[in-house]
T-cell receptor, first 112, second 113 residues
Framework: TQLLEQSPQFLSIQEGENLTVYCNSS?????LQWYRQEPGEGPVLLVT?????EVKKLKRLTFQFGDARKDSSLHITAAQPGDTGLYLC????????????FGGGTRLMVKP | GAGVSQSPSNKVTEKGKDVELRCDPI?????LYWYRQSLGQGLEFLIY????????KSGLPSDRFSAERTGGSVSTLTIQRTQQEDSAVYLC???????????FGNGTRLTVT
């Protein structure tokens, strides 16, 4: 059973469009991370959020951690073909030891 | 190199053979993780090392899977009597301290024929 549910699983959009992907759970997490993975490579960390309600911006990417620390969203403004990839959220609860649990990912394709 | 290094990058093996996958973490990183990723899917946790000890082996899917880490550095993941369902990308990651962000290697793509 996956603790983190990501939606949508697949998203294909045109360059310049906006999009939001979601990461939801019934568990409370002490922190949550977002990674992006390109084909043939390992995931690369984008951001870590730790405080309920926190919002972080990374250029055209806006990350939000839910008030109850059970969910998160990633919003991309004016998507570019270079944003194409697999977006993964990952979290570890206070009792999870050192294991990071990953969601199933959202595969984004941005067409020029 | 400055990043996590995994070898081989690709491995094709026959069903029933044993395979050994290697991970060289970033120098000085004490925590090391193995994950498995099936085609286009998320990451499945396998095992975690802190130094040379493995306090969390909960993700190993069967007793055919084992891992060790020597000298607080290099780790090997061994799969005995490989099965077709073992086909996946095996990713290694390291971090400097407990639960700090993970730095991943590019993975080993294992294909069992």
């Amino acid at each position: 059973t996956q603790l983190l549910e990501q939606s949508p699983q697949f998203l294909s959009i045109q360059e310049g469009e906006n999009l939001t992907v979601y990461c939801n759970s019934s568990s409370v997490f002490s922190s949550l991370q977002w990674y992006r993975q390109e084909p043939g490579e390992g995931p690369v960390l984008l951001v870590t959020v730790v405080t309920g309600g926190e919002v972080k911006k990374l250029k055209r990417l806006t990350f939000q951690f839910g008030d109850a620390r059970k969910d998160s969203s990633l919003h991309i403004t004016a998507a570019q073909p270079g944003d194409t990839g697999l977006y993964l959220c990952a979290a570890g609860g206070s009792n999870a030891g050192n294991m990071l649990t990953f969601g199933g990912g959202t595969r984004l394709m941005v067409k020029p | 190199g400055a990043g996590v290094s995994q070898s081989p990058s690709n491995k094709v093996t026959e069903k029933g053979k044993d395979v050994e996958l290697r991970c060289d973490p970033i120098s000085g990183h004490t925590a090391l993780y193995w994950y498995r990723q099936s085609l286009g899917q998320g990451l499945e946790f396998l095992i975690y090392f802190q130094g040379n000890s493995a306090p969390d082996k909960s993700g190993l899917p069967s007793d055919r899977f084992s891992a060790e880490r020597t000298g607080g550095s290099v780790s090997t993941l061994t799969i005995q009597r490989t099965q077709q369902e073992d086909s996946a990308v095996y990713l290694c990651a390291s971090s400097s301290v407990r639960r700090s962000p993970l730095h991943f290697g590019n993975g080993t793509r294992l294909t069992v024929t």
